[in-house]
Each structure stands twice: as C-alpha cells, then as structure tokens.
C-alpha cells in the first residue's frame, strides 16, 4: 500500500477518535456554605454540542483524594460519557469530609455543596435532565458512603446510587480517616455516630423509589460492612444490585467497578 494511503488512513483514525472523544473540563464552584470556591471535573460526551439534555451522575472520589482523582487514576473511564450519552460530574469532597456537613467544622459542609449548591451549578451551566430522573451518584470508599448518604437524604434530588466499596458502616472504624474530626468523637458522640452511618438510615427508602448497586471486593476491609447492609437491604424488601468478586481496596478495582455502576446508571435514565 502506498505511503500516501497509509497516512491518509493514519490521519482519518486520529481525527476520528478525536471526534468521538469525551471532553473534560475544570470547572470553579463557589460554596456560598463554606465562603469557598471548589473545583470539579465535569465529563461531557462527544455529542454535547448537539444534544437537548443529558443525565448526570455525580461522581465522588475516597478519602484524601479529590476532584482529580477519577480522570487521573482510573485513565480511561471517562470513555463512558460517549458510550451512555451522559456527563459525569467529579466534585472535590475534601481530603476527609464523608460528604457531611459536619456539626464540628463550618469548612466542612459537604451534604449541602454537592446535594445543593454544586447541583443548582451543574443544571444552571450544561444542558442537563433537571430532575431526579436525570440524576444518580456514586463513588469509592469514603465517596461509597458518601454517594449513598446523600441519595438517601435528598431522594427528591437523585434518582440512582451506588456505591464502590464503601464505608457504609462507620461505627467499626472510630479512630480511622478523620471521621471523629467531622463528627466529634464516637465515644463522646454517640447518637452522631449512629445517625450519621448509612447502614442506619434504611428508614428513609421505601421500595423501588431509589435505585441502587452496591459493589465491593472480597479482600476489601470493608466487605464485611457491605455485606451487612446487603443483608439488611434484603430483610427490607429494597430491591439492589449486589455485586461482589476477588479484589482489594485498589484503582485496578474501582476502575473494572465504575464501569458497572455507570451502566447501572445509564439503564435507569433509558427506563425513564
């Protein structure tokens, strides 16, 4: 084949997938809760341009991470946003905030930045689905508990959550990841404790108003929780995905699971 075809090939391939290409931005929100600005990334899909509106899932990163995280670690994921014709939203939840808004720390108002001002931000500056039946949240880790946390609290606000590996119990680790920083110590704060751990605030769902896949691996320090709330979900008649298989507390781990959650995601926006 001549040289002249070959780069013609070469050229039109390169040009393509640019052409099919997710775009990223980096965008700066400011927190009238915390008097700060934050940073997100915001995920649009190739079609962005073109489109009407589009869901949105929010995307929480773990503990001492932040909006970077996703883009940076799991290369590659954000693919999804062509495949399932979405945006993908990656807020910054602080280095260890368990997206509350702490009673302890007026720099740590996490619950109402994303539930609130972040998604009053999103809807306002992108052609977005401006309802629940547009919107779901996931995340890793400490962005696990945090995702289904905030679902739970605010279900006229999501419509889908996830959760990868997640600290859905929190109760078993008092003295770990700065959780007594935000909520005072679990010994001298007890009810804060309790009340602020999702395998707790099952009271909340009724059946089949909040769709939901909880995933972690069975060398996870936090298989045993998930497990436990798996059972507690089942004795409620909450209809879940349970997803489990060999694997860590790890990036390779979370990036093979995010796939799974954003299909989760992207079939509860075509059911609407």
């Not at 990163?61 to 946003?81: C, L, M, P």
Request: with cysteine; proline share 4%.
């Amino acid at each position: 084949m001549k040289k002249s075809v070959l780069l013609t090939i070469f050229l039109f391939t390169i040009i393509h997938s640019w052409a099919q290409a997710s775009v990223v931005d980096t965008v700066e929100v400011y927190s009238n809760v915390m008097k700060k600005k934050l940073k997100a990334v915001i995920i649009k899909p190739d079609n962005y341009n073109s489109a009407t509106t589009l869901p949105v899932v929010y995307l929480l990163h773990g503990y001492s991470d932040n909006h970077a995280g996703w883009v940076t670690k799991a290369a590659g994921f954000q693919k999804a946003a062509d495949l399932h014709n979405m945006i993908i939203v990656c807020p910054d939840g602080g280095y260890s905030s368990w997206y509350w808004d702490s009673p302890v720390d007026a720099q740590s108002q996490y619950e109402t930045y994303i539930s609130k001002e972040l998604v009053a931000f999103v809807d306002a500056q992108y052609k977005t689905v401006k309802d629940r039946k547009g919107r779901a949240i996931t995340g890793l880790s400490m962005g696990g508990h945090g995702a289904l946390y905030l679902a739970f609290k605010h279900q006229d606000v999501f419509g889908a959550a996830g959760s990868m590996s997640g600290g859905v119990d929190i109760r078993p680790f008092p003295n770990n990841w700065d959780m007594a920083k935000r909520l005072g110590k679990l010994a001298e704060q007890p009810e804060r404790w309790e009340k602020n751990t999702v395998v707790n605030m099952l009271h909340l769902l009724t059946p089949n108003n909040l769709a939901l896949i909880i995933d972690c691996g069975t060398e996870d320090f936090f298989y045993e929780v998930n497990e436990n709330l798996h059972k507690q979900l089942l004795y409620r008649n909450i209809p879940h995905d349970y997803l489990t298989r060999p694997g860590g507390h790890n990036w390779p781990y979370w990036t093979n699971a995010v796939q799974y959650q954003l299909l989760f995601m992207s079939n509860y926006f075509n059911k609407k």
